[in-house]
């Protein structure tokens, strides 16, 4: 995954070449330096009141599918639960695997949700899946909940992208970027910025020269597109003319600090950790605050084949304490009652161990995770059998989750989007809200 910013989209300019990347490979050469950018703090105290609801949404992707058995649903004694052993949370009765024992001590935030289930146990379509939804479609590009949350809550006036994915992993993986989905059919005024977290801003993001030279070339840019426009290309242009727009805001803001964790005291750095991922969940806290309503942080790849309890053993320990600490850090702002946080992947793994001490794809029974935005912690919704085999009770869908999520950040899941060939699409079709999860 390249460092350099870019935002996802489903178009180019085919005969003119011209594309975003390009485009911010441009802005470095075109232009020669303007210093650092200031940061003023009541731009922190007053982003919350430029969204549209004051909510927000972290979702922690874990790409590839976790094992539910070495995170949050141990089965200790029982031949299904392997060598994983267990410890004790501040849910009085409730284990998860002794692998997260910062979590263990922060579950009064959390909602696990035990009864997840679904039926397809396959990489990019269970992914799509749960981001959107929606089965992928080659008639239909579905969007993805970033892009949801984005056109619903975003402020378009904002210099900030309403979206951000962020690809957080020491490991090379994190998910599919495809599968994790784009605005689809809402347009690319509604993408995700997406980036790696290397903890700095993202590239090519910074001046080499004066404003109006910027602006110079910049309209430059609009002539050239203007030529492939009168020749029948006015829409691509049109979208790619609002990619550079947002762009440039963007590179202009003094509001882009807050891709720079760097500005953080050293205190609440060493909270978070060093790790890829650490460095993400800390972005998402920076970035919430500054205004942003969707931030997304990939980690991965949680396909355990092989191996299984020693890489999820590793793969905990580079999510437990960041993790931990994004919950403690947004609640000790106040800002945790109206930040949804999300903790899945696409699927879990089978109950039984393969010859390789591995386990494999299993949609029938895992666990996610809410925290924040007016979820009811410190509790426990469904469950699974024994040998977690199968839903015991409480089972949850997919569509069901993404209605609770939308419920909580006061989407109308029922609200109608229209398709590019004229068919209405609901923000999510069928599924109902977990009232339980709000207590």
Same mark, same amino acid.
């Given at each position: 995954?390249?460092?350099?910013? #870019? =935002?996802?989209?489903?178009?180019?300019?085919?005969?003119?070449g011209?594309?975003?990347?390009?485009?911010?490979?441009?802005?470095p050469?075109?232009?020669?330096?303007?210093?650092?950018?200031s940061?003023? +703090?009541h731009?922190l105290? &007053?982003?919350?009141a430029?969204?549209?609801?004051?909510k927000a949404?972290? !979702?922690?992707?874990?790409?590839?599918?976790?094992?539910?058995?070495?995170?949050?649903?141990?089965k200790p004694?029982?031949?299904?639960?392997?060598?994983?052993k267990?410890?004790?949370?501040?849910i009085?009765?409730?284990?998860i695997s002794?692998?997260?024992?910062?979590i263990?001590?922060?579950?009064?935030?959390?909602?696990?949700i035990?009864?997840?289930t679904?039926?397809?146990?396959?990489?990019?379509?269970?992914t799509f899946?749960?981001?959107t939804?929606?089965?992928p479609s080659p008639?239909?590009k579905?969007?993805?909940?970033?892009?949801?949350?984005?056109?619903?809550?975003?402020?378009?006036? &904002?210099? !900030?992208?309403?979206?951000?994915?962020v690809?957080a992993?020491?490991?090379?993986?994190?998910g599919?970027?495809?599968?994790?989905?784009?605005a689809?059919?809402l347009?690319?005024?509604?993408?995700?910025?997406?980036?790696?977290?290397?903890?700095?801003?993202?590239?090519?993001?910074s001046?080499?020269t004066?404003?109006k030279?910027?602006?110079?070339?910049?309209?430059? !840019? @609009?002539?050239i597109?203007g030529?492939?426009?009168?020749?029948?290309?006015?829409q691509?242009?049109? @979208?790619h003319?609002?990619?550079?727009a947002?762009?440039?805001?963007l590179?202009?803001?003094?509001k882009?600090?807050g891709?720079?964790? $760097?500005k953080?005291?050293?205190?609440?750095?060493?909270?978070?950790?060093?790790? $890829?991922?650490?460095?993400?969940?800390?972005l998402?806290?920076?970035?919430?605050?500054?205004?942003v309503?969707?931030?997304?942080? &990939?980690?991965?790849?949680?396909?355990? #084949?092989q191996?299984?309890?020693?890489?999820t053993? +590793?793969l905990?320990?580079?999510i437990?304490?960041p993790?931990a600490?994004?919950?403690?850090?947004?609640?000790?702002r106040? =800002?945790?009652d &109206?930040?949804l946080?999300?903790?899945?992947?696409e699927?879990?793994r089978t109950?039984?161990i393969?010859?390789? $001490?591995?386990? +494999? #794809?299993?949609?029938r029974?895992?666990?996610?995770?809410m925290?924040?935005?007016?979820?009811n912690?410190?509790?426990?919704?469904g469950?699974?059998?024994?040998?977690?085999?199968?839903?015991?009770?409480?089972?949850?869908?997919?569509?069901?989750?993404?209605?609770?999520?939308?419920h909580?950040?006061g989407?109308d899941?029922?609200?109608?989007n229209?398709?590019?060939i004229g068919?209405?699409?609901?923000?999510?079709?069928?599924?109902?809200v977990?009232k339980?999860?709000?207590?």
């Amino acid at each position: 995954m390249s460092n350099d910013l #870019h =935002i996802q989209t489903e178009f180019s300019i085919r005969k003119s070449g011209l594309r975003r990347r390009d485009f911010l490979k441009f802005i470095p050469a075109a232009a020669a330096a303007a210093g650092t950018l200031s940061w003023q +703090d009541h731009l922190l105290a &007053s982003a919350p009141a430029l969204r549209k609801s004051g909510k927000a949404c972290i !979702l922690l992707w874990m790409g590839g599918g976790p094992s539910q058995f070495e995170t949050f649903d141990p089965k200790p004694g029982h031949a299904n639960g392997g060598e994983t052993k267990t410890i004790p949370t501040t849910i009085p009765g409730v284990q998860i695997s002794a692998n997260l024992p910062k979590i263990a001590q922060a579950t009064d935030d959390l909602c696990l949700i035990r009864s997840m289930t679904g039926k397809d146990g396959q990489h990019p379509r269970a992914t799509f899946l749960m981001h959107t939804g929606y089965a992928p479609s080659p008639a239909v590009k579905y969007p993805t909940l970033g892009s949801i949350v984005a056109k619903e809550l975003g402020d378009p006036a &904002s210099d !900030l992208p309403s979206f951000v994915r962020v690809f957080a992993s020491q490991r090379g993986g994190g998910g599919n970027a495809s599968a994790l989905g784009s605005a689809g059919i809402l347009g690319v005024d509604y993408d995700p910025l997406a980036m790696t977290a290397d903890g700095r801003p993202p590239e090519n993001t910074s001046l080499a020269t004066d404003e109006k030279r910027f602006h110079r070339r910049l309209n430059l !840019l @609009d002539r050239i597109q203007g030529d492939y426009a009168n020749q029948g290309g006015q829409q691509e242009v049109a @979208d790619h003319q609002k990619i550079y727009a947002q762009a440039s805001r963007l590179v202009l803001s003094p509001k882009m600090t807050g891709f720079d964790i $760097s500005k953080e005291p050293q205190k609440i750095r060493d909270a978070y950790g060093t790790s $890829s991922f650490a460095q993400g969940c800390l972005l998402a806290r920076r970035l919430v605050e500054t205004g942003v309503t969707f931030v997304e942080i &990939s980690h991965g790849p949680w396909d355990t #084949h092989q191996d299984n309890f020693n890489k999820t053993r +590793d793969l905990c320990g580079e999510i437990d304490q960041p993790f931990a600490a994004l919950l403690a850090d947004l609640k000790s702002r106040g =800002i945790l009652d &109206s930040t949804l946080v999300i903790w899945t992947g696409e699927f879990g793994r089978t109950p039984r161990i393969n010859p390789n $001490s591995g386990r +494999d #794809h299993f949609p029938r029974a895992f666990t996610s995770i809410m925290a924040g935005g007016g979820i009811n912690g410190g509790q426990v919704i469904g469950s699974t059998d024994a040998g977690g085999d199968a839903v015991q009770d409480r089972p949850v869908s997919v569509n069901d989750f993404l209605r609770t999520a939308c419920h909580s950040l006061g989407i109308d899941a029922e609200k109608q989007n229209m398709s590019s060939i004229g068919r209405p699409i609901k923000i999510v079709d069928g599924g109902e809200v977990v009232k339980e999860v709000f207590g």
